[in-house]
């Protein structure tokens, strides 16, 4: 990768919010915005083949770094043709940069400017990441958008931590920036810094100004969704996104849940993940246009009615929630398989329509029935 | 159903041995034999969805009664239009008769003429069936085959408990032909009687003799692949088929893995059913041509061919070991699902084989070469 040239382009813009539709130009293919994109760790979304991701419509995946650096190894992958030529999956993946993961998984860790120390989760190993290696890890996977390494924090630090951990947090997306900048060309990933700064607002303006000056392709909002109140997040998703620049594509990470997506959205967010729709699918709670269903429930046991009548996903179409449930309470592995299916082609569908709503400049109309309707507890 | 009519037609006949190809007339469908046939215990093979069973072209599937009968129950299934309608699966449905899983499920069971009394496996719930209620189930289920309740018996008795036992189970089959006779005439399931006798060749013959005057319209020899040695097993696959009509389909209950089937085939058994490509393929073992491959082997971390380079399935097309060992170091679901599919790819694919063996008269020549390469340990 050579230059830092614009991968962002604004179809249209919705004049009731901030929401947006756009394109991203990636190197597997375009990726039409605003996206949910599913959460495939070790380089398969759980429960998920490559051909049903596709029949939903999704252009982009995540994969885990932290998971795939520790097994297989970058190198397999490398060699496999990266996490495509490994896969299968022949759209995109965007891979994080494993600093989360190293936060929330793992026993040990330890950071200094220069990198982060920890151990491994799974055999206790010891480990040594730094801005400049986690880019090259996710070049080995041939991730069409990485991350750069940062430093989470928690929702409740004092304003001196958070501080101290968006200084190393900026110096590392300039070291990343520079390591980037520097990979072999035949490498077209792109690369995008993350915002962090915590709850503090001079921290997150501080994190953008810095990210801007750096210039990576994309901008990531990072440490929303940690156990904050949702007025909180909300507050700092909107404070935070209306800084960001038009030209570039904007991120949140960890939201999957309709109510945030649709908040994230009316702030002009792009693309979001999280693992809560497919991890909520094999715990039996599905998504319907009348809120979450519990599969597990006594009622369900003679409803013959798909999951939600209205969906048009290839489960809905053939299956009952009488047998989902009967799948679900005999540990059947199919039960995984269509919940999965379902729950991300619910979104899938939200997002074409939330797509369509913005065209229209009809979002907010769009998002307000939605959630009416969501929260209206007719199950 | 009113009467015991013909449903198999033989196609062509091996002159090397006594292999045969024929066609079984059921309600969902011709089946083409010999066949294997996949089990799915809870009206799923597990791992698999019915899309993909019918990819790989089975055209008949097992569920166990037992089971279904203990959860859902066989009211619901009925309700949902039989376990077609239930489970979305339109071709044929073997159902067995519960009696093999009360033998080795259930914690306490008590045989009398009258039927079997046994406690649920689930909760402990008591429960009691008799040859009569079961065919009514397998009638609710509408199972296309369906098997009458035997008595199960363990390697190693004495002659006069085999002699109790047959006793018993050719009485259950009478009464199973009368209350099979009796089910409603929009039923179009098929019973199956069971050939017992341990391994008493006088108490499988006498078995024989009463099944053909009962005149079941096919017949199943149970009570083999139970523990004996492999030498005892081929002498009474041997002794019994051959004492078999030509004109009933031939079932053996409970063989899944190439040597037992192709002695089957040898033999002239037309159909046979196992839970061992399944269960092996979720706990990491593949088949191939070379023999079955363990995948959780080191030597398999770096290795980007499919798991048989000779297979022409989907998974074989798409997937290397590498990727596939990875999956089943990770526990992820995927290698679950794409395992199971090229075991019974694999399997029908031997099927398919056979089947054009007997047609050319080079059964013979078939086995022997499949079973060479196949033990020559070259993986």
């Known amino acids: 990768?050579?230059?830092?040239?614009?991968?962002?382009?604004?179809?249209?813009?919705?004049?009731?919010?901030?929401?947006?539709?756009?394109?991203?130009?990636?190197?597997?293919?375009?990726?039409?915005?605003?996206?949910?994109?599913?959460?495939?760790?070790?380089?398969?979304?759980?429960?998920?083949?490559?051909?049903?991701?596709?029949?939903?419509?999704?252009?982009?995946?995540?994969?885990?770094t932290y998971h795939l650096y520790l097994r297989p190894g970058a190198d397999i992958i490398q060699e496999a043709g990266g996490l495509h030529g490994f896969s299968g999956w022949n759209k995109n993946f965007l891979t994080d940069s494993g600093g989360y993961q190293i936060f929330s998984l793992s026993g040990f860790r330890k950071i200094t400017p220069e990198g982060v120390k920890f151990r491994s989760h799974i055999d206790g190993s010891s480990h040594f990441l730094t801005p400049e290696s986690v880019?090259?890890?996710?070049?080995?996977?041939?991730?069409?958008?990485?991350?750069?390494?940062?430093?989470?924090?928690?929702?409740?630090?004092e304003w001196k931590k958070a501080k101290e951990a968006l200084t190393i947090t900026t110096d590392w997306a300039q070291r990343a920036k520079k390591a980037w900048l520097e990979?072999?060309?035949?490498?077209?990933?792109?690369?995008?810094?993350?915002?962090?700064?915590?709850?503090?607002?001079?921290?997150r303006k501080e994190s953008?100004?810095?990210?801007?000056?750096?210039?990576?392709?994309?901008?990531?909002?990072?440490?929303?969704?940690?156990?904050?109140?949702?007025?909180?997040?909300?507050?700092?998703?909107?404070?935070?996104?209306?800084?960001?620049?038009e030209d570039k594509p904007r991120?949140?990470?960890?939201?999957?849940?309709?109510?945030?997506?649709?908040?994230?959205?009316?702030?002009?967010?792009?693309?979001?993940?999280?693992?809560?729709?497919?991890?909520n699918a094999r715990n039996g709670t599905l998504f319907t246009r009348n809120g979450q269903l519990a599969i597990k429930k006594e009622r369900y046991a003679r409803d013959f009615n798909p999951i939600d009548a209205t969906?048009?996903?290839?489960?809905?179409?053939?299956?009952?929630r009488a047998y989902l449930r009967h799948l679900y309470k005999n540990n059947e592995i199919l039960f995984s398989m269509l919940a999965t299916f379902h729950n991300l082609a619910f979104l899938h569908t939200m997002m074409v329509e939330v797509r369509a709503s913005i065209e229209s400049s009809t979002f907010t109309t769009y998002r307000d029935q939605f959630m009416q309707r969501y929260n209206g507890g007719a199950l």
């Open 1 to 64: 990768m050579s230059t830092s040239k614009k991968i962002f382009t604004t179809v249209s813009k919705d004049r009731t919010s901030n929401a947006r539709t756009g394109v991203m130009h990636l190197p597997h293919g375009i990726v039409h915005t605003p996206a949910f994109m599913p959460v495939g760790t070790n380089a398969t979304v759980k429960a998920m083949t490559k051909e049903w991701l596709e029949e939903i419509g999704f252009e982009i995946i995540l994969a885990n």
């Open 135 to 157: 880019v090259n890890l996710q070049a080995q996977l041939n991730s069409d958008i990485q991350m750069q390494l940062d430093v989470c924090t928690p929702y409740d630090i």
């Open 183 to 203: 990979t072999d060309e035949s490498y077209q990933g792109q690369l995008f810094g993350i915002v962090q700064g915590n709850f503090y607002k001079d921290l």
């Open 208 to 245: 953008i100004e810095s990210l801007l000056e750096i210039d990576t392709p994309g901008i990531a909002i990072g440490g929303l969704s940690v156990g904050e109140p949702r007025d909180v997040y909300c507050e700092f998703l909107e404070t935070t996104a209306e800084l960001l620049p």
């Open 251 to 279: 991120y949140v990470m960890g939201i999957g849940t309709p109510d945030y997506i649709l908040d994230a959205v009316y702030n002009g967010i792009d693309i979001f993940d999280c693992v809560l729709p497919s991890r």
């Open 311 to 320: 969906c048009n996903c290839r489960i809905c179409k053939n299956y009952s």
